[in-house]
């Protein structure tokens, strides 16, 4: 039950809503409770009319309740001789308890379920917000249909806990009060007997409920991996097909299935024992409570009569619900309680990338340098960066070139801070990159990635990620620098065209020159483009840098690529290999001095390229 500490900041929030519905359950079964002892009354009566008891067995039952009571208040009404009235009255008002029993049901649900659809939405948004906050690093350790899991399925379960669980639980301690309290009023040797089952009760509901709790842990792991499974699926559809596997995915996701019926199956066979146990338990409550009473009234035990066993199996029968319930409502507890466990995992991860506080806007006037920068992949122990040292100066365009892994993402990524260094330091103008504010460093750096990922929009809003309050001329703009422009107004709806998730109803280049369009309305100050032309041809992509050669004129920029561009002036090649920066110069500086560049300019010429 520890795991659903953290749900109390939501009670508390809510505390109004919750104390409203504390109320609304306590005064729905009050009124409930007076029931029994107005039907017992009519039963005496009828009876006494009968001459199957003493006629004043029901003066001597309204004698019985205590004068400052509710229902002797009520009964005080029947002082009639005719039989026909008082059963007429006892009706009417038994009526009129069910309808403000009722009104109070009513408006207990208002609350308190509403309440729980509150703490669902601030509960998903809470998480949502986290994970906002994780970096990178969390998302490769994690299968995005397991952080989708937790935010629907196990906040669902959750939503029970703070629901239905907790209206059922208040209920139970309501009915259970009032009944025990009238119960032992009544008549005390009855009463024990009527509760006697309890104490089996709870033992099984505590061996049951250990029992359950292991069990849906399992099931919401299994659940996870099912929804991972599927998830990756659907995203890799295109590639499952082309090679055929669909037969190999039907089978690796139906034995996935299978694991998670088999226990949930399971799951479900330990909670099914609880309602035939309740049943059990009820019903020989109810057997030995007719026959106990009925020996006392046989034997003219005084105070006993049959209006008296009338209450008290009405009053288990109003216990039979909420008890039964109780099963239900473990179970829903359990339930919420693994699945808030995996809910207080991933909000008790701390992000690696830690914000400065007060940090400062980044505003670079001099130059971005990189002093025996080092980095190892945590998750890989693979280096990436091995005690890098270079500096560009503000304007400056640099190509950094390398085989593929020889750590030139890696770069850009440590200059977004979408990892720390593990050693050396990254200055802008001489000033740590710790020094600034995340948000604000990110603001002023465009970055367009080779794996490009579109939304699930329109085209003019993916573009408008870049710079949400630009205006539709600076879209056009944009998009005709990035050499997309005229290729989106061909399509039927033009720039409000809806694209597919991830983009999928383009093509590679066209994703790639969006992401491009997006990263120029940004108007940063420094742009970085990842191999982001890999996707078009040479004729678009010869297109796009004469463009960009204007747009990068007073601009610093990063271009990591596999080859050079005939229309793009670099002031500076960075050559990379194994992390290391193994030559570095100026086009015609790497020319001279024979070494790689040569090789892979000349390679590059033989094909055309340059």
Known sequence: MKELLPINKYFWKYKWLLFLGILFVILTNYFRIL???????????????????HPKTANQYLNSINSDSTTAYLLSAFNTKSIKTKVLYAGIILFLLAIISGLFMFLMRQTIIVM???????????????????????YKKNAIGDLMNRISEDVSRVRMYTGPALMYFINLAAVIGFSIYFMFRSDVKLALVALSPLPILAITIYYVNSIINKKSEYVQQELSNLTSNAQESYSGIRVIKSYLQEKLMISFFAKSSKKYQENALSLAKTEAIYFPSMSLLIGLSTLIT???GTLDVVNGKPG????KITEFVLYIQMLTFPVSAIGWTASIIQRASASQKRINK????????????????????????????????????????DQVNFSIQKGEKIAI??????????????????????????????????????????????????DVFLFSDTIA?????GDENADINRVYEAAKKAGIYDEIIQFPNGFETLIGERGITLSGGQKQRISVARAIIKNPDLIIFDDCFSAVDSKTEDLITTQLNTFLQHKTAIIITHRLYASLKFDKIIIMDKGKIIEMGSHEELLKNNKYYIEFYTKQRSTNIL
């Open 346 to 385: 991933f909000l008790e991860t701390n992000p690696l990338i830690i914000n400065t506080n007060n940090g400062k806007p980044l505003k670079f006037d001099k130059d971005i340098k990189f002093t025996e920068a080092s980095f190892t992949y945590s998750n890989t122990g693979i280096t990436a960066i």
């Open 290 to 292: 007719i026959m106990v």
């Open 461 to 465: 809003n993916n573009i408008l990620i």
């Open 401 to 450: 070139i390398g085989k593929t892994g020889s750590g030139k993402t890696t770069l850009a990524l440590l200059l977004l801070r979408m990892y720390d260094l593990n050693s050396g330091n990254i200055l802008f103008d001489d000033h740590d990159i710790h020094e600034f504010d995340i948000a604000k460093l990110r603001t002023s750096i465009s970055y367009v990635p080779q």
């Open 116 to 138: 729980s659809r509150h703490i669902e939405f601030d509960q998903k948004n809470e998480i949502y917000h986290h994970y906002q906050k994780l970096d990178i690093s969390f």
């Open 304 to 307: 006993a009569n049959i209006g």
């Open 35 to 53: 029931a029994p002892q107005i039907t017992g009354f009519v039963a005496n009566t009828v009876l006494g009319s009968l001459e199957i008891q």
